[in-house]
Each structure stands twice: as C-alpha cells, then as structure tokens.
C-alpha cells in the first residue's frame, strides 16, 4: 500500500466521540501550530525533571506456557517465554533528538537477556531506534512491514524479514502476523511506500497482540476474528488536540478496541514517557481507569509498571 494511509482500503475513520468534559478541561483542545508544538512538547519537556530510574530486573524462571510481559516503557515491551524472548519497538534513549525522555527506561538496555526476536511495528523514531537496535546483545531476527529492511541494515540483525498485512512467519511453536492499523509508516517527508501494522505473536497458544500505533477503526473486529489475541497492549496516549485521534487513540478508544479484539487482557501503553501532545502526561492512565470502572473491566486491566515484569 502507498501514501497516507486515508486513501487506503482501510476503511473510513469513524465519527469521534467528544471527550468527558473533565478531561477537556484538563487540557484543552487546541489548534496544532509548530510555534504551540515547541513550546508545549520540547521547551516544557527541558524544564521538566526526568521521573523514574533503572531497576536491576528479576526475570522469572518460566515453565510450559507461561509468558512475562515486561513494559520498559513507551511502547517498548519485552515479552518471555520459556524458549522465545522477544523485544517490540526498543527504545532506551533519554533523548530523541530535542525530544527528552520525562521518564527513564524501566531498567538499562545492559540488563535485557539474550534476545531471539525483534518486532517493529513501523519506522518512526519513538518506535524504531536505530542506537538502541544496534546495542541489543545476540544475533537476532527482524520482523517489520514492508519497507523498513533497508533502514534495519547495518543495525546487527542476522536475518531480516519484511511482512505485509496478514502475512505470518512460523518457526518451531512461534508465528507472528503483521496486522492492519490506521497509522501511516513514512520514517521522512519523502517516504511513500514503507509499511505500519500491529504484530499478533503466538507461542505454546498463547497469543498476545501489540497494535503498535493506530486510530481507532473497524479492522479491530477483523484482527479479534482472525487472531483471537488473549493480551492486547493498546495504546493511550498522544490524542489531543483531536485531530491527532486521526491517528492514534485515547483511553475512551482503547476500551472500544478491547471490546473489538474480544481479549481477555489490557495492557496500555504509548503514554508516560515523552511529551507527544497536549494532554497531562498522568491523564491517560487515570482516565482509563476510570473508563474500565465504569465498564465492568476493572479486573481485566493491567496498567504494568516498567522494569517490572508480570506473568500471565
């Protein structure tokens, strides 16, 4: 697929929903100008102390089909089996260029075990970055969408694979598949044919799905449907003004895409660490938390606490 992802066959964005007022009034809508976006995310975010420090992680010993999702942060995840360790959009970068981290990796890159499988969902900077790529120990696989091989070259993968949607690669128990998103993929302005997705991985039948970054739409029925994910890392953050809900989501998103996907788990993410718009850094988390009160999900979600890891 090539260009902006609105003229794809993707299907329209829905109608937004207007947000609670509390919450607008906690950050009002805004229209979007440079002059607004330094000011807001950068010249702040150089004022602001960085929160939160490393941890030394305890990685748990795991047995048959168990699996351990840790959040490091961002959209960041490493997630563990008992053969199969796997890192989604590494980041452990406290600067990303003028951009600074407002909270540190939940543990040092140095920590990280011995690493199988690489996922990228798509070829942004907060998503894939290249110091940290190049850094991860082990010769490794690369799984992206189409278009990102040749900026994954020379970062130490010992094999790279590019996936169109729905495409799936299966090794031994694992398979992956590259889902649909409402996103778009370009890494600079002239980009016009690099991919974006979602990954679902399945390992001893347990599938967990990570949707990258992504508007709300209709395909989240079509990725329940098809993949049955068990534990779904949505993402939070990075909605307001709401034009940006074009292409990502908020909580009140992320709760209807839950319901889509028909799994059992939410884990959020995309929220936190780097100042990406105009909302309250703590916001999404509160919000969503209020959302899966009055939703009956209480019990079905695990906001994580990086560095820490849970087992499902």
């Known amino acids: 697929m090539k ?37 807001e995310m950068i010249w702040k975010a150089w004022r602001t102390k960085r929160t939160g420090g490393h941890r030394i992680p305890i990685f748990p010993r795991l047995k048959g ?9 961002h959209a960041s995840f490493l997630i563990q089996f008992a053969d199969l360790n796997v890192l989604i959009d590494p980041i452990f970068t406290n600067w990303l260029f003028l951009l600074k981290r407002l909270k540190r990796a939940g543990f040092s890159i140095r920590d990280l075990p011995p690493i199988d499988l690489v996922l990228l969902t798509h070829a942004h900077f907060d998503h894939f970055h290249k110091r940290t790529l190049r850094r991860i120990p082990s010769p490794k696989l690369g799984l992206m969408p189409w278009g990102m091989g040749e900026l994954a070259r020379g970062l130490g993968f010992g094999r790279i694979i590019e996936l169109q949607w729905w495409e799936t690669l299966s090794r031994d128990r694992w398979k992956v598949t590259l889902t649909p998103c409402r996103h778009w993929g370009a890494r600079v302005l002239h980009d016009e044919d690099r991919g974006f997705g979602g990954f679902v ?86 919000w969503l938390r209020q959302l899966a009160d009055q939703n009956g999900m209480s019990s079905r979600l695990r906001i994580l606490e990086e560095g820490v890891p849970t087992v499902f």
């Open 201 to 286: 991985l399945e390992n001893h039948g347990r599938r967990i799905y990570h949707a990258g970054d992504s508007a709300y739409w209709h395909g989240f029925k079509e990725i329940g449907r098809r993949c049955q994910p068990e534990i779904a890392l949505l993402p939070i953050g990075a909605y307001q003004p709401e034009a940006f809900l074009r292409v990502h989501m908020g909580p009140h998103q992320a709760i209807r895409a839950f319901k889509d996907l028909q799994a059992q788990w939410l884990v959020p993410m995309h929220f936190g660490a780097f100042k990406l718009s105009f909302e309250a850094l703590d916001e999404p988390p509160r």
């Open 3 to 39: 260009g902006n992802p609105e003229a794809s066959d993707t299907g329209r964005v829905r109608r937004r929903r207007q947000l609670p007022r509390s919450f607008k009034d906690l950050t009002p809508t805004r229209s979007f100008s440079p002059r607004a976006f330094f000011r």
């Open 65 to 73: 089909d168990q699996v351990a999702i840790t959040w490091i942060g």
